[in-house]
């Protein structure tokens, strides 16, 4: 198994343009999560989904952020207009169905808005 | 609401010598609670969980965690520690009726030859 892909690894932007973070959850996942890490504020949980629908998105920041889940092979987290505080790792994760089962995490995509 | 508490920034040990790395939680209801490790420039890896049963949960790469309810601590320890330990340790409680999980703000563990 390829495990959960995210891409791109790296970006670089400036301000005020979007940016736009895709994800692969394993297959056969049905939960999936979008992280943020920064020094200051720790590990951050956006927003997670469940069979593709969006269940708890208590942790996006503001509107600038949205998140989609198509299908079930695919999410996508964007930030527009992007602000140079976004700057942070972005870490997808997914489960498999039923209780107590751990997540798995992609390599994460490290964003840099100038 | 569930929470994890991670005491230590940083624990340093040198090589050959057990490690301790502490987490006390706070949860209501039946606590549900996991070890993650962080490498550099990687994503979390899953060690280890507690759910029910047994107190000592034995995880990936030797490492094994002790449950204690009446401390409310679920410290991750290991016998021998190797330089290639070093890592970002989390410690994590499940949130409720779903999968979320509440992570602590980390522990770097720093092993020395």
């Known amino acids: 198994d390829a495990g959960v892909i995210q891409s791109p690894r790296h970006e670089v932007t400036e301000m005020g343009q979007e940016v736009t973070l895709r994800c692969k959850p394993i297959s056969g996942h049905n939960s999936l999560f979008w992280y943020r890490q920064t020094m200051m504020r720790g590990l951050e949980l956006l927003i997670y989904?469940?069979?593709?629908?969006?269940?708890?998105d208590s942790g996006m920041p503001e509107d600038r952020f949205s998140a989609k889940m198509p299908n079930a092979s695919f999410s996508t987290l964007k930030i527009q207009p992007s602000e140079p505080r976004d700057s942070a790792v972005y870490f997808c994760?997914?489960?498999?169905?039923?209780?107590?089962?751990?997540?798995?995490f992609g390599p994460g995509t490290r964003l840099t808005v100038l | 609401a569930q929470s994890v508490a991670q005491p230590e920034d940083q624990v340093n040990v040198a090589e050959g010598n057990p490690l301790t790395v502490k987490c006390t939680y706070s949860?209501?209801?039946?606590?549900?609670l996991f070890w993650y490790v962080q490498y550099p420039n990687r994503g979390l890896q899953f060690l280890l969980k507690?759910?029910?049963?047994?107190?000592l949960v034995k995880g990936s790469y030797g490492f094994e965690a002790e449950f204690n309810k009446s401390q409310t601590s679920f410290h991750l320890k290991k016998p021998s520690a190797l330089v290639s330990d070093s890592a970002l340790y989390f410690c994590?409680?499940?949130?409720?009726?779903?999968?979320?999980?509440?992570f602590g703000a980390g522990t770097r563990l720093a092993v020395h030859p």
């Open positions: 507690y759910i029910t049963g047994d107190n």
């Open positions: 989904f469940n069979n593709n629908v969006p269940i708890d």
């Open positions: 949860v209501s209801g039946n606590p549900y």
């Open positions: 994760a997914s489960s498999p169905s039923g209780d107590f089962n751990e997540q798995f």
């Open positions: 994590a409680v499940r949130d409720g009726f779903n999968n979320k999980l509440i």
